[in-house]
């Protein structure tokens, strides 16, 4: 437990200093932070309870898509000063090291399992990132139809 909590106060921090080296927005890095340490929790739970590496990035993708659209209407900002940020917890460096470093050793099958878990790592990702856009356009043409005030101010959006 003591471990868990160390790496959800580790992933706010790194979220963070992320976001300050890529300048974003000062206003946006406690959202973004947040967003980050959200997400890594449901990946840390989702891998506690048995599951794979993949469905866990899967899972924490399509979070930070969600959360991160709603900040950036909440806040009015651009949608990729929260995405960015939060999604440097999920990014396979450890597996792609070890993919190069066994390819200079000349350890082939080793580095291709690497390679594999690398592409299906980063596929997850954008697949997850792929449905949360799918889910807040749902939930965009549901406010479009329900809601008299978000006709108003939404209703000429070609993207909707």
Do not use: C
Not at 17 to 39: D, E, H, K, Q, V
Not at 51 to 60: E, M, Y
Not at 87 to 115: D, I, R
């Amino acid at each position: 437990m003591l471990t868990l909590v160390i790496d959800l106060i580790l992933t706010y921090v790194s979220t963070v200093a992320f976001g300050i080296i890529l300048n974003i927005p000062r206003r946006a890095l406690n959202t973004s932070g947040w967003i980050g340490l959200l997400s890594f929790l449901a990946y840390k739970l989702y891998l506690m309870a048995g599951g794979g590496i993949v469905g866990g990035n899967f899972l924490g993708a399509v979070l930070i898509g969600v959360l991160s659209m709603q900040a950036a209407r909440w806040l009015k900002m651009p949608v990729i000063n929260f995405n960015i940020p939060s999604l440097v917890p999920f990014v396979p460096g450890g597996q792609a090291y070890q993919m190069v470093k066994n390819f200079a050793l000349g350890n082939s099958s080793t580095a291709l399992q690497y390679l594999l878990e690398v592409a299906e790592i980063a596929g997850a990702i954008a697949f997850g990132f792929l449905l949360a856009e799918l889910f807040n356009r749902l939930q965009a043409r549901i406010m479009l139809r329900f809601s008299s005030k978000w006709r108003h101010e939404h209703g000429r959006n070609a993207k909707l």
